[in-house]
């Protein structure tokens, strides 16, 4: 028997990260369907490449946001080239720390409240007076980090590593009745141009969003938000759902 609507999760991040969050879905017993809404590609421009190679010996420590910074700045500076001994790595959360092991070969902080900000007040506390902090992030990300290291009194140097673009508008939108699921996870402002510009909504949907900048989008897009995770990722937008039902 196929699974009500309400069983299925409409899914609008990269395809990549889209089935990555698909198989935890599964777990759980719901039923995802994919529907990516944003793309992403490295910055490789020689200004990113001049900053990398001014910043990285002068740095203690790097900072990572996401899975996919982790990956650009390792392809950008293959780990022969960093000085692994001496610069400290953290990532702001367990995902992100795991691809931080595999593409680095270390990781010195793990955050534990899965949001910038929540990393930023974990490392502070671990920072001597004279260290330097890199922060990789995409080039649309807030200024958390920067905002506590330089309360702080720490230096940083902001990298901007990749960029995440909405898919272009389309000329003949999907009807919102076409989807397949009458649940929509949105996890960032771009993924709410990029919904916006694929579907039309000729029925309600139920929206769930990752976080208040993203919810702020939805608004804005003309959206009715049902809810807003309460705690980042995932598990966040599921719980919103639970509490939803």
């Known amino acids: 028997m196929r699974p009500l609507l309400r ?8 395809r990549e990260d889209c089935a990555e969050w698909a198989a935890e879905i599964e777990n759980l017993g719901a039923v995802p369907v994919v529907f990516p809404c944003i793309r992403c590609e490295d910055v490789t421009t020689s200004v990113l490449r001049a ?5 990285v010996p002068r740095v203690q420590w790097m900072a990572f946001t996401s899975k996919r910074g982790v990956a650009a700045l390792a392809r950008l500076c293959p780990p022969r080239s960093l000085p692994l001994g001496r610069i400290h790595m953290a990532a702001v959360g367990p995902v992100t720390a795991a691809e931080a092991r595999t593409r680095l070969g270390r990781v010195d902080l793990v955050g534990t409240g899965g949001t910038a900000a929540a990393l930023a007040a974990e490392l502070v506390p671990r920072l001597a007076p004279e260290d330097r902090v890199l922060i990789a992030v995409a080039e649309n990300a807030g200024r ?12 940083c140097a902001r990298a ?4 995440t673009f ?3 508008r389309l ?5 919102a009745s076409e989807l397949g699921a009458r649940n929509v996870f949105l996890a960032s402002p771009s993924a709410v141009t990029g919904f916006c510009n694929q579907v039309r909504l000729d029925t309600a949907l139920d929206i769930f969003t990752i976080g208040p900048s993203t919810t702020r989008a939805a608004r804005a897009a003309g959206l009715d938000v049902t809810g807003e995770a309460p705690q980042p990722g995932l598990p966040g937008l599921m719980e919103a759902l639970h ?3």
């Open 166 to 168: 909405p898919l272009p």
């Open 171 to 175: 000329h003949h939108r999907l009807a």
């Open 243 to 245: 509490c939803a039902n």
């Open 160 to 163: 901007e590593l990749y960029r």
């Open 51 to 55: 900053q990398l190679a001014r910043e």
């Open 7 to 14: 069983d299925r999760i409409l899914l609008t991040r990269t």
């Open 144 to 155: 958390a980090l920067e905002d506590a290291f330089e309360a702080s009194g720490h230096a």
